[in-house]
């Protein structure tokens, strides 16, 4: 935290004049376009933004969600544009890298599947389906806390704003290192606070099992549930200790921002660790 507090005061000016630009492309609150290169379509596309999750500055300008919203006609929004990207990019991903992601019911596990076949993917079924077992749906059960893989089963993990969700997420984090190779890369995002030493508990299961609201109950969009799904915490910089502490040998925070891949908002924030 303190390295990146350092960073950001040398960033400063260029941090501002980031979103300065950025609002050279809102008028009024219409739809917003803007050309680009998509970093996986490898080709010059117009991004599309709208106005849902859109936020409103202390200045009291509305801001878009840029990280959620902003999208490639390929369909896939900054965050998942540039988490791919750096799995391409950082992790070697290729055709024939065996990965594991976990989600299953979303176009973005279809676009990584097409580009890599090996791909797994899997949901929280809690439909009685056993774990590691595929329902109806043609769906694969998984409990991240305990993974029915073998160890280093996979080269890379992908989890994309999945692990706030998990109550007892120091568990997972350890089941995704275990599957992973010697070497191998987890990429994950995740609601994080920039300000925060301390991942935040916004809500906790008690001994009878029942959930504990120590924050305002906030609801994430699932694909599985229409009611969304709750989420249990935002993260601070002690992500990274959890990740060394799960069996990770190194874990990264990146901060990313283009104007040419369509990657805005200031600064997206993704993580690596590497087994
Ligand atoms: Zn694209």
Redesign the pocket.
């Known amino acids: 935290m303190a390295a990146f507090l350092a960073r950001r005061t040398e960033l400063g000016n260029e941090i501002r004049l980031r979103t300065e630009r950025e609002f050279t492309l809102i008028s009024g609150k219409k739809p917003i376009r803007m050309e680009g290169q998509?970093g996986?379509?490898d080709k010059p596309?117009v991004f599309s933004a709208d106005w849902q999750h859109s936020r409103t500055r202390p200045d009291g300008r509305e801001i878009p969600n840029w990280r959620e919203r902003l999208v490639?006609?390929?369909g896939?929004n900054n965050r998942l544009?540039a988490s791919l990207h750096f799995m391409k990019s950082n992790c070697g991903l290729t055709p024939d890298s065996s990965v594991y992601l976990t989600e299953q019911a979303t176009p973005f596990y279809d676009l990584v599947k097409g580009r890599a076949p090996h791909t797994v993917g899997s949901e929280f079924l809690g439909d009685g389906t056993a774990p590691g077992a595929t329902n109806g749906r043609g769906l694969r059960n998984e409990d991240m806390t305990r993974l029915s893989f073998r160890d280093g089963q996979f080269e890379i993990a992908g989890s994309f704003d999945v692990l706030e969700h998990v109550p007892d997420y120091r568990s997972a984090l350890k089941e995704l290192c275990r599957v992973l190779s010697p070497g191998g890369s987890l990429v994950l995002t995740a609601p994080f606070r920039l300000d925060l030493a301390q991942t935040l508990a916004r809500a906790r299961i008690q001994a009878d099992g029942s959930i504990e609201h120590l924050h305002p109950p906030e609801y994430h969009g699932d694909p599985l549930n229409p009611d969304g799904v709750l989420c249990y915490y935002h993260f601070g910089w002690d992500l990274l200790d959890d990740m060394r502490n799960a069996g990770f040998a190194q874990a990264f925070c990146h901060l990313y921002w283009s104007w040419e891949l369509g990657y805005l908002g200031g600064m997206g924030i993704l993580f690596h660790a590497v087994r």
């Open positions: 998509c996986l379509c596309v490639c006609p390929c896939i544009r």
